[in-house]
Nanobody
Framework: QVPLVESGGGLVQAGGSLRLSCAAS????????LAWFRQTPGKERELVAA???????NYADSVKGRFTVSRDKADNTLYLQMSSLQAEDTAVYYC?????????????????WGQGTQVTVSS
């Protein structure tokens, strides 16, 4: 199993910013699409943002204009820059990888998942 390890979660005030990182250790991820999903109790895991190896992105409507997904080709690190955070952004955030060459929101296509990192936004 190729590990995906998230970091950067924490507690922030509403309106604040936070950057999440995901270390993808393995050459296989260079050609993968990578994504951030989030989940709260009682809800299904949902796509936040995805990015292909070529930089094509896909965002949930609820985060467009506030979140930016990016990836570092040199060290296979995935990032999620979050700004203007709202209480509704509170969730466990997971990074995931798929062999698909599109920034898909279909959970079943993501074969590799990290353990998740908690983001809590206080209001």
């Amino acid at each position: 199993q190729v590990p995906l390890v998230e970091s950067g979660g924490g507690l922030v005030q509403a309106g604040g910013s936070l950057r999440l990182s995901c270390a993808a250790s393995g050459r296989i991820f260079s050609g993968y699409s990578l994504a951030w999903f989030r989940q709260t109790p009682g809800k299904e895991r949902e796509l936040v943002a995805a990015i292909t190896s070529g930089g094509r992105t896909n965002y949930a409507d609820s985060v467009k204009g506030r979140f930016t997904v990016s990836r570092d080709k040199a060290d296979n690190t995935l990032y999620l820059q979050m700004s203007s955070l709202q209480a509704e952004d509170t969730a466990v955030y997971y990074c995931a990888g798929t062999p698909a060459s599109i920034p898909t929101s279909r959970r079943e296509l993501y074969r590799y998942w990290g353990q998740g990192t908690q983001v809590t936004v206080s209001s």
